[in-house]
């Protein structure tokens, strides 16, 4: 089975800081990799995702994901934050023959004005 | 619709009561999934429809909780004698032909309390 881990639960941080959030996945095969954000009152919606080709994908808003399969890793990065990425985010997985979504448990983050 | 749209919004029910809770997809999409977060969780896989037949049913956690998806559009998940363990937000969501690379649309949730 797979699962999906994340490092931080609580993320504090000051606008215009640089955000990391570490994702690490435990499945045999082929993945595919999604990071899903919820900002505060807002249902889940999609930065990003990795299926093939260049390990490094850019989303919406500016973030970025690394996917290193050496180490079954696909962390979220941003180089400066804004007030308005408070929100939790979610690293999810889907195995290469099925589509249900294995989540991790998030990571809240708070970007300080 | 816009996007997937679940109704209530919030239930309040009381131990050993039946609940249905409602799923209204993105139209032209075929999959449809129902997912379950739990307080400081992420969501937990439940059941996925394609077209009117639950291809994969395998998170359901017991046979209290059944799906339905009659028309290949609308989906209801029923709970049967409802426990206060089912207390959580269960989220559905859609996506165009249910391929493991598309995205999935999510709606905004159901927040289910049982007392």
């Known amino acids: 089975a797979q699962s999906v881990s994340q490092h931080n639960h609580h993320v504090i941080l000051s606008e215009a800081a640089s955000l990391e959030l570490g994702c690490n996945y435990s499945?045999?095969?082929?993945?595919?990799l999604f990071w899903y954000v919820q900002y505060p009152g807002q249902h889940l919606q999609l930065l990003l995702k990795?299926?093939?080709?260049?390990?490094l994908v850019k989303g919406i808003k500016g973030f970025e994901a690394e996917f290193i399969k050496s180490k079954f890793s696909f962390n979220l990065r941003k180089p400066s934050v804004q007030w308005s990425d408070t929100a939790e985010y979610f690293c999810?997985?889907?195995?290469?023959?099925?589509?249900?979504?294995?989540f991790g448990g998030g990571t809240r983050v708070l970007v300080k004005p | 619709g816009a996007g997937v749209s679940q109704t209530p919004s919030n239930k309040v029910t009381e131990k050993g009561k039946y609940v249905e809770l409602r799923c209204d997809p993105i139209?032209?999409?075929?999959?449809l999934y129902w997912y379950r977060q739990s307080l400081g969780q992420g969501p937990e896989f439940l059941i996925y429809f394609q077209g009117t037949g639950a291809a994969d049913d395998s998170g359901l956690p017991n046979d209290r909780f059944f799906a339905v998806r009659p028309e290949g559009s609308v989906s209801t998940l029923k709970i049967q004698r409802t426990e206060r363990g089912d207390s959580a937000v269960y989220l559905c969501?859609?996506?165009?032909?249910?391929?493991?690379?598309?995205?999935?649309?999510f709606g905004p949730g159901t927040r289910l309390l049982v007392l």
């Open positions: 139209s032209g999409h075929t999959a």
């Open positions: 499945y045999g095969g082929t993945v595919n």
């Open positions: 990795y299926f093939s080709g260049d390990p």
């Open positions: 969501a859609s996506s165009f032909s249910g391929s493991h690379k598309e995205t999935q649309y």
């Open positions: 999810a997985v889907t195995g290469a023959a099925g589509n249900k979504l294995t």
